[in-house]
């Protein structure tokens, strides 16, 4: 041991030792035993910082204590036995006992003391604990249901958690905390604070930083940061919001567009909430439309200073996270002006308020109110008259203004520094559709269980049926839960990419990004709306949180960009991925290279035989990929002729993109079809697992052939498909919805979604 171990602090190891056992010591346990050490007179101050030290989430104590821990409570332990029973006090004071004198400090009243402590962290001995914590001993009341299955639960559930699987149950281990229990608080400033002091205990647990890097707090892990944001997306999602402003865009703005001297100064503060900020991009008479914003940032030589204005009232800052109540400091984004001439939109960090809250001179808040949803959530809108700030705020990685007054960029392009800015804030792209996800995932969970219990009509003299069984409502969920799945793998495809990105695949990713954010939130708001129908009246409850999902998730489809402004993004990057050299050089050349390169292979008749309506043929990976790669090629060249022959005509090119936006939109969706399925069946054929991968395979084959049916039209104009092969594949959807249903309580299951966060009362099992 690397500290002075007194007997003292032997009494506290057995208790420390089963507090940690789980990896993880709640914001209950914290508080609760930091206060107690606090009110030890019998403890030194040296003791105390060590116990403190012990008790902080952010250094948990290694495994090598851990185990150090172990062995010496062995020991004790066996001397101390007495039927069987060891309590952790009593342990302790053996372990005391050896280690030195105790007769100073040992009294009537410390001991206790200490007997208060343990039985009000809930830890009476060892073997209590380690049944409380026995997954034996959990879900007892699902077991009947989910052993009449063949479906590989642990191993599906594996592969959902992809590598972050401890992780994730750490935070779930959090939630459970009675601190973070679930009200309904409709008064917005009380439900805000409640967000705040959430957000504040996930800080504390170091959540918030893990994608900074480790000088800072964090642990360089996007992905991990990615796997928190979408777990807290089980629990409120007004608690996953105010996470992502305050760690994601606020700490991802300094962390990404800042350097190193604002990581220094800035980083630790805003990781452990002791810096609130907001992202303030978006303008109420710009929106989407970033480049354009009017708010400015005027370099002043005389003072050293950048000036930051608001021209008008449209050019307020609108809709910010953080800005209402709770935010001292803001990324603004600006055209930054030096010297008369106009460097494009730039960050600078813009203070609002003092640490009591006092709005500083020259900066005008107002509250945005209540909101369809979200309430947890202090959205505002900003101005700014002429606000002064150092030079140093100048975010500065792609932009930077020298002592001497000079402007000077490592991108000389004023629209390639534009773009490359906002590619490094993309992590919000990344895990909006995630926590959107959870939302949909969670909103399945509770109507799958409502179905495989409720019943209703059925046979004369004859039990009724359960509404699960009826074929309708296996249409409504079965597909949504094989989509959910192909988009869960999907994102975890898309985070690892983005984590190991190089400055080449940005472009790539960025499309990608924005498709599976568009793609993923209007899943989760079309999921979350048949899943409440699908429970009737109780799904109208608001106790059986569909209300919340609905109202918290609808602005998910348009924050983080518009989804239908990122699906024409996403189409012109999918139109620039045929010839990447033509990137830079505008719409006629990438248009002309697109239709002379693959107008005459893509338009061959019977890509795939047309009439084969074989139920092998039609489970096919090929056949699958095929038609839905099809569909993509064939769009990317009719889009590109129409293109060509508008601007051949002499017609603007924004305006030829005008009236080919509707089909832009058509091959953006196309898009995210085949990629959604080619990263799932690419995680069927990776499973080495035969029993897994059957139950993988099943799930894929849904998502396929449901998502070719969906597009039958298509298909039949095309003449690809004949409509006895449509008929075939709506049949063997409907054929494959019933299979999912005989195990849809495992495939559920797999989700791995705790009760105290699910805590809808009709998603429990009869």
Not at 16 to 38: C, G, M, R, T
Request: with cysteine; proline share 3%; charged share 25%.
């Amino acid at each position: 041991m690397t500290f002075q171990l007194t007997p003292q602090l032997a009494t506290f190891i057995p208790l420390f030792y089963v507090a940690w056992s789980d990896a993880v010591l709640s914001p209950s346990e914290v508080v609760l035993i930091q206060d107690k050490i606090k009110q030890f007179k019998w403890l030194s101050e040296d003791d105390k910082d060590q116990l403190m030290q012990w008790s902080d989430p952010l250094q948990p104590p290694s495994d090598a204590l851990m185990l150090e821990w172990l062995t010496a409570i062995g020991q004790h332990a066996q001397k101390s036995a007495s039927n069987g029973r060891q309590k952790l006090v009593d342990i302790g004071l053996s372990m005391a006992k050896s280690s030195g004198s105790t007769a100073e400090w040992l009294t009537d009243d410390t001991l206790k003391a200490l007997r208060q402590l343990e039985k009000a962290i809930g830890l009476t001995s060892l073997e209590m604990h380690a049944q409380l914590l026995s997954q034996d001993q959990i879900k007892q009341e699902r077991l009947a249901v989910l052993e009449q299955s063949s479906i590989d639960i642990q191993g599906l559930k594996a592969l959902l958690d992809d590598d972050y699987q401890a992780l994730r149950q750490k935070v779930f281990r959090v939630l459970q905390d009675p601190m973070f229990k679930l009200q309904h608080i409709r008064n917005k400033e009380e439900y805000r604070e409640q967000v705040l002091q959430w957000c504040q205990l996930i800080a504390d647990q170091g959540f918030g930083a893990l994608h900074f890097p480790d000088v800072y707090g964090g642990k360089n892990d996007m992905g991990a940061f990615a796997a928190v944001f979408e777990t807290l997306g089980y629990h409120d999602l007004s608690l996953v919001v105010k996470f992502g402003v305050q760690f994601g865009l606020w700490g991802g703005a300094v962390l990404w567009l800042g350097t190193e001297k604002h990581h220094q100064r800035y980083l630790k503060d805003i990781g452990s909430l002791a810096l609130p900020g907001c992202f303030a991009m978006t303008e109420t008479g710009h929106g989407s439309n970033v480049r354009d914003c009017e708010t400015t940032a005027t370099y002043d030589p005389y003072d050293d200073c950048l000036i930051v204005h608001s021209p008008s009232q449209d050019s307020g800052k609108d809709y910010i996270g953080n800005a209402a109540a709770h935010g001292q400091m803001a990324a603004v984004f600006a055209q930054l002006i030096v010297q008369g001439e106009n460097h494009g939109v730039h960050a600078i960090l813009v203070p609002l308020r003092d640490k009591n809250a006092n709005v500083h001179p020259g900066v005008r808040i107002e509250d945005c109110a209540y909101k369809l949803g979200l309430n947890g959530v202090d959205n505002g809108r900003i101005w700014f008259n002429q606000v002064r700030v150092p030079r140093f705020n100048l975010l500065n990685k792609f932009g930077n203004i020298d002592e001497h007054g000079q402007y000077s960029s490592p991108i000389k392009s004023e629209a390639k520094r534009f773009f490359t800015m906002l590619g490094t804030l993309v992590g919000g792209r990344l895990c909006v559709p995630r926590a959107g996800l959870s939302a949909a995932k969670s909103s399945l969970a509770i109507a799958v269980k409502y179905a495989l219990k409720r019943r209703q009509f059925g046979a004369e003299h004859q039990q009724e049926m359960l509404i699960m069984d009826y074929p309708s409502h296996q249409r409504r969920l079965m597909p949504s839960l094989a989509k959910a799945y192909a988009l869960d793998f999907a994102l975890t495809y898309l985070t690892k990419r983005f984590s190991d990105r190089t400055e080449a695949d940005m472009r790539s990713i960025e499309t990608l990004a924005a498709a599976l954010k568009s793609e993923a939130t209007w899943f989760t708001s079309d999921t979350i709306q048949a899943c409440r129908e699908a429970c009737g009246g109780k799904g109208y409850l608001a106790e059986n949180r569909f209300a919340d999902f609905k109202a918290d998730s609808d602005i998910f489809t348009t924050f983080e960009g518009d989804n239908t402004v990122l699906m024409q993004l996403v189409a012109k990057g999918v139109l620039s991925d045929f010839n990447k050299e033509i990137t830079e050089d505008g719409w006629k050349s990438m248009v002309s290279f697109v239709s002379s390169r693959f107008a005459d292979t893509i338009r061959e008749k019977n890509f795939i035989n047309s009439h084969n309506s074989d139920e092998c043929h039609l489970c096919s990976a090929d056949f699958q990929l095929a038609a839905t790669e099809y569909r993509l090629r064939d769009l990317s060249v009719s889009v590109g002729q129409r293109l060509r022959h508008y601007i051949a005509r002499g017609i603007d090119p924004h305006q030829a993109f005008l009236k080919c936006q509707n089909h832009l939109l058509a091959l953006a969706k196309a898009y995210v079809d085949f990629v959604v399925l080619e990263q799932f069946i690419k995680q069927v054929n990776e499973c080495t697992d035969s029993k897994l991968q059957q139950n993988l395979k099943v799930l894929c084959d849904l998502y396929a052939l449901h998502t070719i049916e969906s597009h039958k039209g298509w298909y039949l104009e095309q003449a690809c498909m004949s409509g006895s092969k449509t008929r075939a594949i709506r049949r063997l959807v409907d054929k494959l919805c019933k299979k999912v249903r005989n195990d849809v309580a495992c495939y559920i299951e797999a989700f791995g979604i705790p009760e105290h966060c699910l805590a809808a009362p009709i998603a429990t099992y009869s």
